[in-house]
């Protein structure tokens, strides 16, 4: 089975990376994987798979905002012009996506090209892409949505909960839609280094208690309320250090937040790193501060790690922490609520290592790698009609 697997570049996100977990394991699984990055490459390209199996291609278009009309629509012509092309030149049994924008054009371009007739589109919504108001910009890109999962072979889900809005949101059928959790490689987190060499490796004091939050600095993140929380939790704990890890968008936004509060001494940005067991090992809690999400991949890898979470209760994030018994849950948009579930385990260490270890024994048995994997490989082969 030939699969092209189609991500806007390989930048730290959690799309990204099971986009880059399935061309590892299908390549696993006999699979031929092409990865189609539209814009570029980017720190996750290192876990990619080498040899035989596998070949990436990198289309180099970067799209401008649509209210750069011209130039949105110069950008669009040229990406959708370069998709036909790589859906000519690799000719697939099956296409997936896991970018909204993405799946559009892909949607367009196995139309136009006449591929979509014989070969499956499969698309996985790690959230739902439109959150803003029921304008016509939201009208439109709806009825869009709808076009493109009707003509879909398979739309995977991350989570019930994206299943259900994309289902209400969409008018799609809940029937038409699969939901297919994301799995954690626990081999990347096994023998991981101790504190201490993680944070003499990323310059970090060793004798302040971090919290520790990774992801893109895009708006669903909400930053800028965690960085209030911090103010909060400064008050009693003025040792503690808070280290973020990512970069996007809203970067200069956090900083001058993190400005005005005058809390400069209190963070560290580090940007965007690949090397993800390493800063996972620099923290004592890790914190998710999200006003939405699919399956928040980072808050699995920290649970495989064993670090207690306090997380918002976003998308599918209450399918894996509940409150008091795999992590702390508070509600979103509460800075006031996200700093007191962070000073409740500063304050008990005990009920933090207790927390931890539940939340890795979840990942352990319901978040394996190799059961996601398996069934992704399976749901595709019967989408293509491929029996290996």
Known sequence: MKVLQVVHDLRLGGAERIAVTLCRGLVERGAQVTLLAVKGAGPQAEDLPQGDGFTMEILGVKR??????????????????????????????????????????????????GIGVHVPLVHSIHFY?????????????????????????????????????????????????????????????????????????????????????????????????????SRIVLEKFPDTLFVLVGDGDRMEAV????????????????????????????????????????????????????LPVVATAAGGTPDIIKDGETGRLVAVGDPTALADALLDLLADPQEAIKLGEAGFELVRSQYNQDAFLDREMSLLLACSGNQG
């Open 129 to 229: 892409p439109d959150r803003q108001g029921r304008g016509l910009r939201t009208r439109l890109r709806t009825r869009a949505y709808r076009w493109m999962a009707g003509r879909a072979g398979k739309v995977f889900a991350v989570s019930e909960p994206v299943a259900a809005e994309f289902s209400e949101r969409v008018g799609v059928p809940r029937s038409q839609l699969e939901v297919l959790s994301t799995g954690i490689d626990l081999s990347r987190f096994e023998n991981p280094p101790s504190r201490e060499m993680a944070r003499e490796v990323l310059s970090l004091p060793s004798d302040r208690s971090v919290v520790l939050a990774l992801g893109r600095v895009v708006r669903a993140k909400n930053y800028s309320g965690l960085v209030k929380s």
């Open 64 to 113: 401008r905002p649509s209210w750069m009309l011209p130039l949105f629509l110069w950008d669009l012509a040229r990406l959708l012009f370069g998709v036909m092309g790589a859906l000519r030149r690799h000719r697939p049994d099956v296409v997936q996506t896991h970018i909204p924008e993405d799946d559009l054009v892909l949607c367009l371009a196995m139309a136009l090209t």
């Open 255 to 306: 900083k001058k937040e993190i400005a005005v509060i005058g809390v400069e001494a209190s963070w560290v940005l580090l940007g965007s790193r690949s090397d993800v067991p390493l800063v996972l090992a620099v923290a004592d809690l890790f914190v998710q501060s999200s006003d939405w999400e699919g399956l928040p991949v980072a808050v699995l890898e920290a649970m495989a790690c064993r």
